[in-house]
């Protein structure tokens, strides 16, 4: 019934509830503004927040839809405008302080005053050039912005005049404009000082001569007036939407920016799904091939699965990002893990029974893998908790993709897996024909493995020796080569460009250092796309970039634009490395308390030396170290955790039925027991990976690479470098629980009636 009423649940929400899509797959703008400190106003929690309802305002009136605007920590916002390719309008918006201001003209200034010898506000008087470039001298601040009601751009129909921006006052502003205006009409018509400037961010926008109609002392009553100008309609809608939004509270600095353009996104989600049918099918292929009749049921329920976790997504209004896509396939792989452990644990008991039954055996593999399942996920959410609160942006959106693929996994080979393989063995035809079931036999790899009986642990120094060796490869890679950190990393600005024709970055690079823009890094990507990347790049001097693009590579179009301040680089660095960190804490607190000190120690010691050499690799290959890069890091941690926490649970289990065989013919025991299990989940993982790979696309392929090279780490490392650790850590104790103490013999009694 529990099954049923999820599965039902699930295909309601799947059909009912749409996904939210990140800006990376339906393409648009993200712009994270960080608010400053002024001399009189502190940019703390409050005065975020007024910006933030100040941004929304404006943000609505750009008519932009399914904006979102979210705080992230004291002093930053996030924007994302979904459909916006124009970065720069949108962040002149967004980070345009407008503070309006009216101001009574004093008079004409001296020429050669200079214009920002004072600011609006500070003193009793300031010099700014007007409209025709003549310097006023203006009286300090009469009114602000906190006067107005609203503002609408106009077109003037009557005259022809062309556009302006009319403007109503609250009713505390009617009677301020009606002082303002009425004391400026007692002027003379062409004087200066009938004159009223209306100034916004230290620029007079317009400074009216109040018309000869309205009376000396009595002013503008009505509670309105207009700005007019040589405006265009785009202006004049600007002008208005910065008044109406009001001033904001604080300065805002625009720290990072992404656009991606709607084609990258759409290419994105086929070639993902692309991955996911592929992979999938190959995946289903193999575990039917394997397991026949409860491999079938074993795919069914991996259909549910993937029905679980998009409805959980829709459900919880989680944002769907191509990080988080990848890991909604990766996730299909991990699922196969739970059902491999099982089945295996189930074709264990049916070869142990003394009168085998498939239910039994079945009941049983359920029962005996349930811890070493539970561990293993639990320490997988513990990765993917990290990653959500240590980290930002698409990375998050991967977290709670892999998250939510957990727990549906785990709903999936506990509860469906089960309801279904539980009834097909019961059946009458199924159980004259237990070999159908794929659970009555032993399977080939452990067939292979009682035959040869390798003695794994004889000598385990020399697998250390052979993972030492790997890593003075990988840190030479490290020191050789460097690491080539990401823009995520470093800060800058990334622009990437699709071209009708291609283009060589060599002569890119060529013509845009003869541009004036040395020292760019140029790259390719894609078949017609090409990559700029510098430090500091203005959104005027991207103009010329595309422009010199252009005339080598024809029609020329912008898919990708990426912008990450100092600051930001910098705290994701430092986040980076505390994610990193406390990853490997928290799994060594969690497996000491699931097994014991030593085992955990030995886990975290592997997961230290699979991460070097993960890195090591990609620092050889050139690749980069970014956001991603750090996802597949930690998904890499969670799958290497869970091979070691299978093999240290059957460690465990042996060590409880014979406490006093020693501990490295247990560990032998243990790996040669889970070798099938291991084999066969990492061809599952296998099979999805090379598909991301291959029909992943540009934008995935060194996601699934890392994650690739991670696999084959991880199998290894768990198995022949964690067991021998365990094993030595073990011998510098002395002695183990798990290795008898020799007992000295006991003295023979004399028989009766003997002489001694």
Same mark, same amino acid.
């Given at each position: 019934?529990?099954?049923?009423?999820?599965?039902?649940?699930?295909?309601?929400?799947?059909?009912?509830?749409?996904?939210?899509?990140?800006?990376?797959?339906?393409?648009?703008?993200?712009?994270?503004?960080?608010?400053?400190?002024?001399?009189?106003?502190?940019?703390?929690?409050?005065?975020?927040?007024?910006?933030?309802?100040?941004?929304?305002?404006?943000?609505?009136?750009?008519?932009?839809?399914?904006?979102?605007?979210?705080?992230?920590?004291?002093?930053?916002?996030?924007?994302?405008?979904?459909?916006?390719?124009?970065?720069?309008?949108?962040?002149?918006?967004?980070?345009?302080?407008?503070?309006?201001?009216?101001?009574?003209?004093?008079?004409?200034?001296?020429?050669?005053?200079?214009?920002?010898?004072?600011?609006?506000?500070?003193?009793?008087?300031?010099?700014?050039?007007?409209?025709?470039?003549?310097?006023?001298?203006?009286?300090?601040?009469?009114?602000?912005?906190?006067?107005?009601?609203?503002?609408?751009?106009?077109?003037?129909?009557?005259?022809?005049?062309?556009?302006?921006?009319?403007?109503?006052?609250?009713?505390?502003?009617?009677?301020?404009?009606?002082?303002?205006?009425?004391?400026?009409?007692?002027?003379?018509?062409?004087?200066?000082?009938?004159?009223?400037?209306?100034?916004?961010?230290?620029?007079?926008?317009?400074?009216?001569?109040?018309?000869?109609?309205?009376?000396?002392?009595?002013?503008?009553?009505?509670?309105?007036?207009?700005?007019?100008?040589?405006?265009?309609?785009?202006?004049?809608?600007?002008?208005?939407?910065?008044?109406?939004?009001?001033?904001?509270?604080?300065?805002?600095?625009?720290?990072?920016?992404?656009?991606?353009?709607?084609?990258?996104?759409?290419?994105?989600?086929?070639?993902?799904?692309?991955?996911?049918?592929?992979?999938?099918?190959?995946?289903?292929?193999?575990?039917?091939?394997?397991?026949?009749?409860?491999?079938?049921?074993?795919?069914?329920?991996?259909?549910?699965?993937?029905?679980?976790?998009?409805?959980?997504?829709?459900?919880?209004?989680?944002?769907?990002?191509?990080?988080?896509?990848?890991?909604?396939?990766?996730?299909?792989?991990?699922?196969?893990?739970?059902?491999?452990?099982?089945?295996?644990?189930?074709?264990?008991?049916?070869?142990?029974?003394?009168?085998?039954?498939?239910?039994?055996?079945?009941?049983?593999?359920?029962?005996?893998?349930?811890?070493?399942?539970?561990?293993?996920?639990?320490?997988?959410?513990?990765?993917?908790?990290?990653?959500?609160?240590?980290?930002?942006?698409?990375?998050?959106?991967?977290?709670?993709?892999?998250?939510?693929?957990?727990?549906?996994?785990?709903?999936?080979?506990?509860?469906?897996?089960?309801?279904?393989?539980?009834?097909?063995?019961?059946?009458?035809?199924?159980?004259?024909?237990?070999?159908?079931?794929?659970?009555?036999?032993?399977?080939?790899?452990?067939?292979?493995?009682?035959?040869?009986?390798?003695?794994?642990?004889?000598?385990?120094? @020399? %697998? !250390?020796?052979? *993972? &030492?060796? $790997?890593?003075? =490869? +990988?840190?030479?890679?490290?020191?050789?080569? #460097?690491?080539?950190?990401?823009?995520?990393?470093?800060?800058?600005?990334?622009?990437?460009?699709?071209?009708?024709?291609?283009?060589?970055?060599?002569?890119?690079?060529?013509?845009?250092?003869?541009?004036?823009?040395?020292?760019?890094?140029?790259?390719?990507?894609?078949?017609?796309?090409?990559?700029?990347?510098?430090?500091?790049?203005?959104?005027?001097?991207?103009?010329?970039?595309?422009?010199?693009?252009?005339?080598?590579?024809?029609?020329?179009?912008?898919?990708?634009?990426?912008?990450?301040?100092?600051?930001?680089?910098?705290?994701?660095?430092?986040?980076?490395?505390?994610?990193?960190?406390?990853?490997?804490?928290?799994?060594?607190?969690?497996?000491?308390?699931?097994? @014991? %000190? !030593?085992?955990? *120690? &030995?886990? $975290?010691?592997? =997961? +230290?030396?699979?991460?070097?050499?993960?890195? #090591?690799?990609?620092?050889?290959?050139?690749?980069?170290?970014?956001?991603?890069?750090?996802?597949?890091?930690?998904?890499?941690?969670?799958?290497?955790?869970?091979?070691?926490?299978?093999?240290?649970?059957?460690?465990?289990?042996?060590?409880?039925?014979?406490?006093?065989?020693?501990?490295?013919?247990?560990?032998?025991?243990?790996?040669?027991?889970?070798?099938?299990?291991?084999?066969?989940?990492?061809?599952?993982?296998?099979?999805?990976?090379?598909?991301?790979?291959?029909?992943?696309?540009?934008?995935?392929?060194?996601?699934?690479?890392?994650?690739?090279?991670?696999?084959?780490?991880?199998?290894?490392?768990?198995?022949?470098?964690?067991?021998?650790?365990?094993?030595?850590?073990?011998?510098?104790?002395? *002695?183990?629980?798990?290795?008898?103490?020799?007992?000295?013999?006991?003295?023979?009694?004399?028989?009766?009636?003997?002489?001694?």
């Amino acid at each position: 019934m529990f099954a049923l009423i999820v599965i039902a649940l699930s295909v309601y929400i799947a059909v009912t509830v749409p996904v939210r899509l990140g800006l990376d797959l339906r393409g648009g703008t993200q712009i994270v503004l960080e608010t400053k400190s002024t001399p009189t106003t502190k940019a703390d929690s409050a005065a975020t927040d007024r910006t933030l309802e100040v941004l929304r305002g404006r943000v609505d009136a750009l008519g932009v839809a399914e904006p979102t605007l979210v705080r992230s920590g004291n002093n930053r916002i996030i924007v994302e405008l979904p459909g916006v390719q124009d970065p720069k309008k949108a962040a002149d918006v967004l980070g345009r302080t407008a503070q309006l201001t009216f101001h009574p003209v004093l008079g004409v200034a001296d020429p050669t005053e200079d214009p920002a010898k004072s600011k609006p506000g500070q003193s009793k008087e300031l010099v700014l050039p007007d409209e025709s470039g003549q310097k006023l001298r203006l009286q300090k601040t009469a009114m602000t912005g906190q006067d107005v009601k609203g503002a609408d751009a106009r077109f003037d129909q009557e005259t022809g005049a062309g556009w302006h921006v009319t403007i109503d006052f609250n009713k505390a502003g009617r009677s301020g404009w009606a002082k303002l205006t009425g004391e400026a009409a007692c002027k003379p018509m062409g004087d200066p000082m009938r004159r009223v400037a209306i100034v916004l961010d230290d620029r007079i926008i317009s400074s009216p001569q109040v018309d000869a109609s309205v009376p000396c002392g009595t002013g503008i009553a009505d509670g309105s007036t207009r700005i007019t100008g040589s405006f265009s309609d785009a202006d004049a809608r600007e002008l208005a939407l910065l008044i109406s939004g009001g001033a904001l509270p604080v300065p805002v600095e625009t720290v990072e920016q992404h656009t991606v353009g709607p084609t990258l996104g759409a290419d994105a989600i086929e070639a993902t799904a692309w991955a996911a049918v592929i992979g999938t099918a190959l995946t289903a292929l193999f575990i039917i091939t394997v397991y026949r009749l409860t491999g079938f049921l074993a795919t069914v329920a991996l259909v549910c699965y993937g029905v679980i976790s998009y409805a959980a997504l829709a459900g919880l209004g989680a944002t769907l990002t191509l990080p988080g896509l990848a890991g909604f396939v990766l996730a299909i792989g991990m699922a196969v893990d739970a059902n491999v452990l099982v089945f295996e644990r189930a074709r264990e008991e049916y070869a142990g029974m003394h009168r085998p039954s498939t239910r039994s055996a079945l009941t049983a593999g359920f029962r005996n893998a349930f811890s070493a399942i539970a561990d293993s996920n639990i320490t997988t959410l513990i990765a993917a908790g990290l990653l959500f609160f240590l980290s930002t942006g698409p990375v998050r959106g991967f977290a709670v993709t892999l998250a939510i693929g957990v727990i549906a996994s785990m709903i999936s080979a506990l509860v469906i897996t089960r309801v279904l393989a539980e009834f097909a063995v019961s059946r009458r035809s199924v159980r004259r024909r237990p070999l159908f079931t794929g659970l009555a036999t032993t399977g080939r790899v452990r067939d292979f493995l009682v035959r040869r009986d390798p003695q794994l642990m004889k000598s385990p120094r @020399r %697998w !250390l020796a052979v *993972s &030492a060796v $790997v890593l003075v =490869l +990988a840190g030479t890679g490290i020191a050789v080569r #460097g690491l080539n950190f990401g823009l995520e990393f470093t800060g800058g600005r990334m622009i990437e460009y699709s071209t009708s024709t291609p283009v060589d970055p060599e002569r890119a690079r060529t013509a845009l250092a003869d541009a004036g823009f040395p020292g760019m890094v140029v790259q390719s990507s894609g078949d017609n796309g090409l990559s700029v990347r510098t430090e500091q790049l203005t959104n005027a001097e991207a103009s010329k970039v595309a422009d010199t693009i252009g005339t080598l590579g024809g029609e020329t179009e912008k898919v990708r634009d990426e912008l990450i301040g100092p600051s930001i680089g910098e705290e994701l660095r430092r986040n980076a490395l505390i994610a990193l960190s406390v990853a490997l804490g928290a799994q060594l607190l969690y497996l000491a308390a699931r097994f @014991r %000190w !030593l085992f955990g *120690s &030995a886990a $975290v010691v592997t =997961l +230290a030396h699979d991460v070097l050499i993960l890195v #090591g690799v990609f620092a050889w290959l050139g690749k980069p170290i970014d956001g991603v890069f750090l996802a597949s890091l930690l998904t890499v941690i969670g799958y290497s955790v869970n091979d070691s926490v299978v093999v240290f649970d059957r460690i465990r289990e042996l060590v409880r039925r014979n406490r006093k065989a020693p501990l490295p013919e247990v560990c032998n025991k243990a790996i040669l027991q889970t070798v099938p299990r291991t084999v066969n989940t990492g061809m599952g993982a296998l099979l999805i990976l090379a598909t991301l790979a291959v029909f992943g696309g540009d934008s995935l392929t060194d996601f699934a690479l890392a994650l690739l090279i991670g696999l084959v780490v991880g199998t290894y490392s768990s198995v022949l470098t964690a067991t021998p650790l365990a094993i030595e850590f073990s011998n510098r104790r002395g *002695s183990t629980p798990s290795r008898p103490q020799r007992r000295k013999p006991a003295a023979r009694r004399p028989a009766q009636g003997a002489q001694v």
